[in-house]
């Protein structure tokens, strides 16, 4: 139990020195793993769902389990390279800039303890969240070889959505990490709860996309045969 407790205490003194000294390099690659991670939360969650709808349907009771061969890799690289390139350097320059700005508005002196966290979720939920929701649609939309159409059809179906839901997600995360952990700590505890975040708009993308698919082929005049059921659960979503 001492050396686990020695091991624990060397690799978080490991992981402070990281951010503290190499936050761009130490948080591109921990929110590349962790959109790995809520990029496949999110295509298992699809799958399940999918295969719910088609049982209780088509009473098909079919026992085939979720496994890694059914991943589209493409799709969760494309989200973890948006974690490696955007986020994690994003966030890595945002969260010290937030508490420089905190501390020059200086809230603490009108509102006590609680001034500062309160005066950084408003900053982020308002200042940071919007651009950065624009800026995955956008960068998705690039990856996936869509255009300006494509890209503003996504903002007009995905953006209120997922901005609602970062509003009614996020503030509780936030509220509590500002308040009681050091700075260098925030970016790590809001990279994992950011899984079931990322989860969410992996599977707000690929909703779209199937939407987008299929307004194509009706453009086209096509009469493609009916989807699987997991792009048509998608596409009700």
């Known amino acids: 139990m001492t050396k ?8 978080l003194h490991r992981a402070q020195h990281l951010m503290e000294h190499r936050p761009i390099t130490s948080n591109s690659i921990l929110c590349f793993s962790l959109w790995v991670a809520g ?5 298992y969650s699809e ?9 209780s349907t088509r009473g098909d009771h079919r026992h085939e389990s979720f496994s890694l061969d059914m991943l589209d890799l493409i799709r969760t690289g494309q989200c973890a390279s948006y974690g490696a390139f955007v986020t ?7 969260y010290p800039l ?5 501390k020059k508005a200086n809230p603490l002196e009108k509102y006590k303890v609680w001034g500062g966290p309160v005066f950084k979720v408003l ?27 494509t890209f503003q059809r996504k903002i007009k179906n995905e953006f209120l959505t997922s901005w609602l839901a970062s509003m009614a997600f996020w503030p509780v995360v936030l509220l509590g990490t500002f308040r009681f952990l050091p700075i260098y ?16 708009l992996s599977n707000r993308n690929a909703a779209a996309r199937v939407k987008q698919t299929q307004l194509s082929d009706s453009k086209n005049g096509q009469n493609p045969k009916q989807k699987e059921s997991k792009q048509q659960l998608l596409a009700e979503i």
Request: proline share 5%.
């Open 185 to 200: 700590a925030h970016a790590p505890l809001i990279n994992a709860c950011a899984i079931v975040w990322d989860a969410f």
């Open 98 to 102: 937030l508490e420089k700005f905190s």
């Open 4 to 11: 686990m407790r020695s091991f624990a205490k060397r690799l």
């Open 88 to 94: 994690g350097p994003l966030i890595a320059i945002w």
């Open 123 to 149: 900053l982020d939920q308002f200042l940071m969240d919007p651009p950065t929701i624009v800026a995955f649609f956008g960068y998705m939309n690039i990856c996936e070889g869509g255009d300006m159409e």
């Open 39 to 43: 990029d496949s939360l999110a295509q």
């Open 47 to 55: 799958y399940k769902m999918a295969k719910d709808k088609t049982e």
